[in-house]
């Protein structure tokens, strides 16, 4: 009976140890500096994460909570080894990487998001990804330029 319990612990511990890598994205790893010191800071905190975990005594334990922040860490690595920093544009005129846009919509919402590195994207917090379909259509666009997203047009209002 304990043989059984073991193995289906152990078996337990395995499936919760062994998770999958985080999907690394085909497009290039630009980054703005304040995303950059986020990777890194990201990064420094899985691998706190990480030797904490490894201070567990019990090895089941330490597997399940060294799991989440090895993976992470895995991924953070990755990133912040690939991250290509992307200076603050120089001009308004048009929008670009590290631009803040302020658009329109035609029912009346107007909207301000900077553009940034897809691991710094967080659109509740005001910014979206550079591959993201509407900064896709508004970059290279000037103020006064319109652009048609899912049957709906957004007008650029500012740039900075």
Do not use: C, W
Not at 58 to 77: G, M, S, T
Not at 125 to 132: D, M, T
């Amino acid at each position: 009976m304990a043989v059984a319990f073991t193995k289906e612990e152990s078996f337990e511990t395995a499936s919760e140890t062994l998770l999958p890598d985080r999907v690394i994205s085909p497009h290039p790893n630009l980054v703005t500096e304040a995303g950059l010191k986020a990777l890194e800071l990201q990064l420094q905190q899985a691998r706190e994460a990480y030797e904490a975990a490894s201070a567990i005594e019990d090895v089941n334990e330490r597997r399940r909570q060294a799991a989440a922040p090895l993976r992470d860490a895995r991924y953070l690595v990755a990133r912040v080894r690939t991250a290509q920093l992307v200076p603050d544009p120089v001009s308004t005129d048009t929008v670009a990487f590290g631009s803040t846009v302020t658009f329109s919509r035609d029912d009346g919402r107007v909207q301000t998001y900077r553009i940034v590195g897809e691991d710094e994207a967080d659109p509740k917090a005001g910014s979206i990804s550079f591959v993201s379909p509407v900064a896709r259509l508004l970059m290279g666009k000037g103020v006064g330029d319109a652009v048609e997203v899912g049957g709906h047009e957004l007008e650029i209002t500012a740039i900075r």
